[in-house]
């Protein structure tokens, strides 16, 4: 065995030291392809959609739903980072928004409360999911497909129940109109500074002077802000690096040490949690909660965080890249709108983003890293 104080073969250089030119460090991020294909629509729509979709009310017009399923994304891609899945994200919106909204009709509570019973019901659906995983050894793939299919149809009950037969349930803008509470999940930030921008003419404005965007909407703050803690918690934390051992190699992280189990657990909450969290914002916003409510958002979610690098394996991907993934969605979803492109080929373009992303990340992260096919 050579020892440290031996010299290394000549040419022969230890790539745990070797030093990573800046291309091959580019190439190792893992949304790259995200940022990547962000550039390409956004110069695809330059070109050909109408000019107002990039004014500042067309920006938020596309950055809202963006927000909405970036949140998902995020707690996507955190899970699959760890090696799991979860398909009841769609439902669990749709759950946790019948939660909150019969919270503040049907029981009559104060909008706090509201909120934690809706976050409650998170975790023991989080925990419930992580617990079955980890005791049965089922892939999480099935067992989150069963809770799917519970959740959808415990929300059909629970409404029909609520509002009398109907699966939709209203009235809760007229309980939560006072609620300073509220005001946290729902409506704009900075109000008075768009205000001012509009009256110099800085910002598009109305005849009477009020402007076309009255402020940053809440659902775009909490988007970022999510964004920023979950890169943060990946790449400074102790926990972050679990979480890519975890995904990495269960076996040889809980060898070395790691809670695996707990891991998991906690990841599966947080996924729960980021889908309530839409809940209550598009319930406070809409005024109302339907069992149609988070459909297929799942999908959406899981392919937004393939596009922003994620391995379907486990054990690599980033936040910040579904952050972009969702941003490409919404430029979509909205995008063609301004063109005269029928709508329909957004689905098409879901399935093509994640067969190219799947395509890309694969190729770019043998090349980085030399592997071998």
């Known amino acids: ?7 290394q073969t000549p040419g022969c250089v230890d790539e745990r030291i070797e030093r990573a030119s800046p291309l091959t460090a580019l190439m190792r991020r893992p949304e790259l392809g995200a940022v990547a294909g962000l550039i390409l629509v956004t110069a695809f729509f330059l070109v050909f959609a109408n000019a107002s979709m990039f004014t500042l009310a067309g920006v938020m017009n596309f950055l809202v739903p963006a927000a909405q399923l970036g949140i998902l994304a995020i707690g996507a891609a955190l899970l699959m980072i760890g090696g799991e899945f979860d398909l009841s994200l769609g439902s669990m919106v749709a759950f946790a928004g019948f939660v909150f909204a019969a919270a503040l009709v049907v029981w009559n509570l104060p909008v706090p409360l509201a909120i ?19 005791r049965t ?8 497909l069963a809770f799917l299919f519970i959740l959808r149809g415990l929300t059909l009950v629970g409404l029909k129940w609520a509002s009398g037969g109907a699966t939709q349930l209203r009235g809760v803008k007229d309980v939560v109109a006072d609620s300073i509470v509220a005001r946290l999940f729902s409506g704009s930030l900075g109000e008075a500074p768009f205000r001012w921008l509009a009256a110099r003419g800085l910002i598009d404005s109305f005849p009477n002077g009020l402007p076309k965007v009255e402020g940053i909407p ?5 988007f970022s802000a999510l964004a920023l803690l979950a890169t943060w918690l990946l790449v400074r934390t102790r926990f972050g690096n679990w979480i890519y051992a975890v995904g990495g190699d269960a076996g040889a992280a809980r060898n070395s040490g790691v809670p695996v189990e707990r891991v998991k657990t906690i990841l599966f909450i947080g996924t729960a949690c980021c889908a309530t969290l839409v809940a209550i914002l598009t319930v406070l916003d809409a005024g109302s909660t339907d069992a149609r409510r988070g459909f297929q958002k799942e999908f959406e979610a899981i392919i937004a965080a ?5 391995l379907l ?3 690599y991907g980033s936040a910040i890249g579904a ?5 490409i969605f919404g430029l979509v979803l909205i995008g063609l709108t301004y063109t005269s492109i029928d709508q329909d080929w957004y ?11 799947v395509i890309f990340n694969n190729v770019i992260r043998k090349r980085a890293t030399g592997e071998r096919s």
Do not use: D, E, R
């Open 313 to 315: 394996t486990g054990g």
């Open 306 to 310: 393939v596009i922003g690098g994620c």
């Open 323 to 327: 952050f972009f993934g969702s941003i």
């Open 347 to 357: 689905l098409v373009f879901l399935g093509g983003m994640l067969l190219v992303a």
């Open 137 to 144: 050894g089922l892939p999480s793939f099935i067992v989150t």
């Open 218 to 222: 809440v659902v775009i703050v909490w």
């Open 116 to 134: 934690l019973a809706a976050f409650a019901v998170a975790l023991a659906v989080g925990f419930t999911n992580a617990q079955i995983v980890l």
């Open 1 to 7: 065995m050579m020892s440290a104080s031996q010299p």
